[in-house]
Nanobody
Framework: VQLQASGGGLVRPGESLKLTCTTS????????IGWFRRAPGREREFVAS????????FYTDSVQGRFTISRDNAKNTVYLQMNGLKSEDTAVYYC?????????????????WGQGTQVTVSS
């Protein structure tokens, strides 16, 4: 099982980035996918999760209304569109495959993790 996160970079406050998580073919289309992040000096935190069909999703409060998670199972890909980025969004972002089809904000409910992609928001 492999997940590959990409799309990170350096942007200014207020700008946008779109992260991509590519999953291996034998996985993920029947599993929830989540995005997490770890800021310097802080613990990893939940960002967003999407159901295996992509019909439902939920977000941590700090990104609600700014970030959108979506998926294209035909392409084995999950996206995280991040708009209105703030300096506090600076972190390494990870995608993870859930142990089942149910969305969760708990790290323990995710079995496989990508390597992370750095997002830096700075003026």
């Amino acid at each position: 099982v492999q997940l590959q996160a990409s799309g990170g970079g350096l942007v200014r406050p207020g700008e946008s980035l779109k992260l991509t998580c590519t999953t291996s073919r034998r996985t993920a289309s029947n599993n929830a996918i989540g995005w997490f992040r770890r800021a310097p000096g802080r613990e990893r935190e939940f960002v967003a999760s999407i159901s295996w069909r992509g019909m439902t999703s939920f977000y941590t409060d700090s990104v609600q209304g700014r970030f959108t998670i979506s998926r294209d199972n035909a392409k084995n890909t999950v996206y995280l569109q991040m708009n209105g980025l703030k300096s506090e969004d600076t972190a390494v972002y990870y995608c993870a495959q859930g142990r089942g089809s149910t969305m969760s904000r708990r790290s323990a409910d995710y079995a496989y993790w990508g390597q992370g992609t750095q997002v830096t928001v700075s003026s």
